[in-house]
């Protein structure tokens, strides 16, 4: 890729490889802020009340972990051909009836599509972009 910068009115060319999207998600701690149901003529979007409880985080080695409310869980991811979600172990303690716990992790095991939004988020999208998940960035170390 080549990309033009304009330093003090000079115009510098420089040339770099393109870094893959999951070098831009990896080592972020995300928190689900919001879910945008698309699958019918009336489009709904549910903000997240409690986002810090509703994460996930991308390791470079393709695994992945987060929390959804008072249950951890880890499994896998893959951008290749698309963006899965693999779930591995999770703990199953009930949350309460107020939780989504059951709802965020069932999306993301649903997951086909996803990546930065462009605007420092991420959006992940079910297939045919029936419902569209985003995060924010935690501000957490990375």
């Known amino acids: 890729m080549i990309f033009t910068l304009v330093l003090a009115g000079l115009v510098v ?9 999951s070098d831009a998600i990896t080592g972020i ?14 489009e709904t979007t549910t903000t997240v009340p409690n986002p810090e409880d509703y994460t996930i985080k991308f390791n470079e080695d393709g695994t992945l972990e987060g929390k959804a409310d008072c249950n951890v869980f880890g499994g896998a991811y893959s951008q290749d051909g698309g963006f899965t979600i693999t779930l591995g172990t999770a703990t199953q303690a009930y949350c309460g009836d107020t939780s989504l716990d059951a709802q965020y992790l ?3 095991g649903s997951v086909s599509a996803g990546g930065p939004d462009g605007q420092g988020g991420l959006a992940l999208e079910t297939p ?6 985003m995060f924010q960035d935690s501000g957490a170390a990375r």
Do not use: H, K
């Not at 879910?35 to 009336?42: G, P």
């Open 13 to 21: 060319l420089s040339a770099c490889g393109t870094p893959s999207s």
């Open 29 to 42: 701690v995300w928190q689900w802020t919001s879910v945008t149901d698309r699958s019918s003529e009336n």
């Open 128 to 133: 045919g972009g029936a419902q569209r998940l």
């Open 106 to 108: 069932q999306l993301l």
